[in-house]
């Protein structure tokens, strides 16, 4: 079974510009997460995708994040413009179901992002 | 409020035992995680309690107290592979979503 999978896996931009993120989650699964860490600060849950819907967005941080997951498989997340604050670590993880389920959330490897 | 607490790093020695304390204030709560995190990879899932009392898993064994607000995970026979940050992730009741602490950054020395 593939993982959960985010390109790119680094990026670097300069400030004002625009980067999309992208997650691919395990096949079959309805729950979709955005996190972030930023650097020497904890995981922190930006937000919740079930199926298409915003289940809970309550961590995005400001307005210029867009995230969408049109027809309910991948997602992205888009930063524009972006700002130096924002770099960090951006995890993606999916779930089958039910609050922890078995085994848990996957979580991808992450998307490194450094603005300059 | 949402407060998530481990210590920052822990040493040990191979095939020594480690035990990494959590406590956890969350204003609901479901269940408690524990991933292994090495570095620039994807966080892995270890375990999940949702009752008191000790699970046990091969090496690892994580134990919830849920009056207490107190978790820790046990980790026996230490690999150097061992090595890696570990995170307490209590589950938000209800919201679906993971309130992750700093994570213990476990060194495993020969």
């Known amino acids: 079974e593939a993982g959960v999978t985010q390109f790119p896996s680094h990026s670097v931009i300069e400030k004002g510009q625009t980067v999309t993120l992208r997650c691919d989650p395990i096949s079959g699964h309805d729950n979709l997460y955005w996190y972030r860490r930023v650097m020497g600060k904890e995981i922190k849950f930006l937000l919740h995708?079930?199926?298409?819907?915003?289940?809970?967005e309550s961590g995005m941080p400001n307005n210029r994040f867009l995230a969408e997951r049109t027809g309910g498989t991948y997602s992205t997340l888009k930063v524009q413009p972006a700002e130096l604050e924002d770099s960090g670590v951006y995890f993606c993880?999916?779930?089958?179901?039910?609050?922890?389920?078995?085994?848990?959330?996957?979580f991808g490897s992450g998307t490194r992002l450094t603005v300059v | 409020g949402q407060n998530i607490d481990q210590p920052t790093e822990m040493t040990a020695t191979e095939g020594a035992i480690v035990q990494i304390n959590c406590t956890y204030q969350t204003s609901g709560f479901n269940g408690l995680f524990w991933y292994q995190q090495h570095a620039g990879e994807a966080p892995t899932f270890l375990s999940y309690n949702v009752l008191d009392g000790l699970e046990e898993k091969g090496r690892f064994s994580s134990f919830l107290s849920r009056s207490k607000g107190y978790s820790y995970l046990l980790l026996k026979e230490l690999q150097m592979k061992d090595s890696a940050s570990y995170l307490c992730?209590?589950?938000?009741?209800?919201?679906?979503?993971?309130?992750f602490g700093t994570g213990t950054r476990l060194q495993v020395f020969p």
């Open positions: 993880a999916s779930s089958q179901g039910d609050q922890g389920a078995p085994d848990g959330y996957t």
């Open positions: 995708f079930v199926k298409e819907s915003k289940q809970d």
């Open positions: 992730a209590p589950e938000s009741y209800n919201t679906d979503k993971l309130i």
